[in-house]
T-cell receptor, first 115, second 116 residues
Framework: AQTVTQSQPEMSVQEAETVTLSCTYD???????LFWYKQPPSRQMILVIR??????QNATENRFSVNFQKAAKSFSLKISDSQLGDTAMYFC????????????FGKGTSLLVTP | NAGVTQTPKFQVLKTGQSMTLQCAQD?????MSWYRQDPGMGLRLIHY???????DQGEVPNGYNVSRSTTEDFPLRLLSAAPSQTSVYFC???????????????FGPGTRLTVL
């Protein structure tokens, strides 16, 4: 089974600053997909960004970018120009090919953005 | 489209009672799954389905039953509720786009279940 580890249970950042959330994973699969999900207090799960393991280029979505290190099995999320609305739980997730779209989640990082 | 809907939003059960959490999607998605979210544990996969009539177990299937008789519906049954099943339950759906093995998962709003 794949394991996903988020080593930072809580983080805090000031508005407009940059913060990086860490994620490592363990797998023997050669191709897979990695995701970051955001869960605000409303409880809704929102996809932030995704990365296909076969792509060397790091994914970017506006203020969100990842640092994908396949050999190190590391997948960190960088949030630039942090906004108050970024306050949420962030989950790193792993999906292997042909798995019925089943996701393995990390335990999450609670991010607080302060004024 | 209503997307992924879950009913009820909240439920309180007594130990030993049974109930069904409903999940429906109107997007004609072939893939559906159930997760539970506990404090400090993230989301864990209970059961999933790759199409009508096909289901499989996830990481924590014990005490839960599923069936998929239609594309739209994927109910989760608690056979005999236990306090350890107190959790927030999420249903999700997705679809295969062409040859791509990935597409975004759409999550429902969740059901908060308390077992006394």
């Amino acid at each position: 089974a794949q394991t996903v580890t988020q080593s930072q249970p809580e983080m805090s950042v000031q508005e407009a600053e940059t913060v990086t959330l860490s994620c490592t994973y363990d797998t023997s699969e050669s191709n897979y997909y990695l995701f970051w999900y955001k869960q605000p207090p409303s409880r809704q799960m929102i996809l932030v960004i995704r990365q296909e393991a076969y792509k060397q280029q790091n994914a970017t979505e506006n203020r969100f970018s990842v640092n994908f290190q396949k050999a190190a099995k590391s997948f960190s999320l960088k949030i630039s120009d942090s906004q108050l609305g970024d306050t949420a739980m962030y989950f790193c997730a792993f999906m292997k090919e042909n798995s019925g779209y089943a996701l393995n989640f990390g335990k999450g990082t609670s991010l607080l953005v302060t004024p | 489209n209503a997307g992924v809907t879950q009913t009820p939003k909240f439920q309180v059960l007594k130990t030993g009672q049974s109930m069904t959490l409903q999940c429906a999607q109107d997007m004609n998605h072939e893939y559906m799954s159930w997760y539970r979210q506990d404090p400090g544990m993230g989301l864990r996969l209970i059961h999933y389905s790759v199409g009508a009539g096909i289901t499989d177990q996830g990481e924590v299937p014990n005490g839960y039953n599923v069936s998929r008789s239609t594309t739209e519906d994927f109910p989760l049954r608690l056979l005999s509720a236990a306090p350890s099943q107190t959790s927030v339950y999420f249903c999700a759906s997705s679809y295969r786009l062409g040859l791509a093995d990935y597409n975004e998962q759409f999550f429902g709003p969740g059901t908060r279940l308390t077992v006394l």
